[in-house]
T-cell receptor, first 117, second 113 residues
Framework: DAGITQSPRHKVTETGTPVTLRCHQT?????MYWYRQDPGHGLRLIHY???????DKGEVSDGYSVSRSKTEDFLLTLESATSSQTSVYFC????????????????FGEGSRLTVL | DAKTTQPNSMESNEEEPVHLPCNHS???????IHWYRQLPSQGPEYVIH???SNVNNRMASLAIAEDRKSSTLILHRATLRDAAVYYC??????????????FGKGTLLTVNP
């Protein structure tokens, strides 16, 4: 199994408070991703990173920011959590984009369940 | 991005083959067809991928239509552990932002004992 650790795994917080989720990998993979998963919406990409300090927005980036100061860590921050950000958050990593030889396979963490009251 | 269409749900019996369809009529010549699945309470995992030819691995087979506008994931003998949401995804191999993976809602496969 790919070495991906998400923390915290479960968190309950109140509206308006800041929250940071951490994704830590031991695979030295270049690419890292944050997804959220909600009933009826499937998995949606929030932000992704293609290298240290190189990040970009996904399809649902409003209200979220990310940082990647080291290869192994990708942080997702909710500056002021809202109830609409209650979700399960998944981190994923990959070592390459898809090409003739590489699948570009993504490896996912176990998820972080966030509840915003 | 090219889109995929999958049935919301399918049901199968244990030990029987399962054929999960996916339509991707706007697929481009540079798109790979990828399948992932998500077991209950877990993150998605890679199943198989292909470009033009049918593919087999230890988990499943992928049958790709000649015009590439549809594909079918085949589980040869479903087990209870195959109950999951199966995602069919197109990934551009030509470059640019092809390292992103965009998931749809997938097909929820129920396996009956």
């Amino acid at each position: 199994d790919a070495g991906i650790t998400q923390s915290p795994r479960h968190k309950v917080t109140e509206t308006g408070t800041p929250v940071t989720l951490r994704c830590h990998q031991t695979e030295n993979h270049r690419y890292m991703y944050w997804y959220r998963q909600d009933p009826g919406h499937g998995l949606r990409l929030i932000h992704y990173s293609y290298g240290v300090k190189d990040t970009d927005k996904g399809e649902v980036s409003d209200g979220y920011s990310v940082s990647r100061s080291k290869t192994e860590d990708f942080l997702l921050t909710l500056e002021s959590a809202t109830s609409s950000q209650t979700s399960v958050y998944f981190c994923a990593i990959s070592d390459s984009p898809p090409s003739g030889r590489n699948t570009g396979e993504l490896f996912f963490g176990e998820g972080s369940r966030l509840t915003v009251l | 991005d090219a889109k995929t269409t999958q049935p919301n749900s399918m049901e199968s019996n244990e030990e029987e083959p399962v054929h999960l369809p996916c339509n991707h009529s706007t697929i481009s010549g540079t798109d790979y067809i990828h399948w992932y699945r998500q077991l209950p309470s877990q993150g998605p995992e890679y199943v198989i991928h292909g470009l033009t030819s049918n593919v087999n691995n230890r988990m499943a087979s992928l049958a790709i239509a000649e015009d590439r506008k549809s594909s079918t994931l085949i589980l040869h003998r479903a087990t209870l552990r195959d109950a999951a949401v199966y995602y069919c995804i197109l990934r551009d191999r030509s470059g640019g932002s092809n390292y992103k993976l965009t998931f749809g809602k997938g097909t929820l496969l129920t396996v009956n004992p």
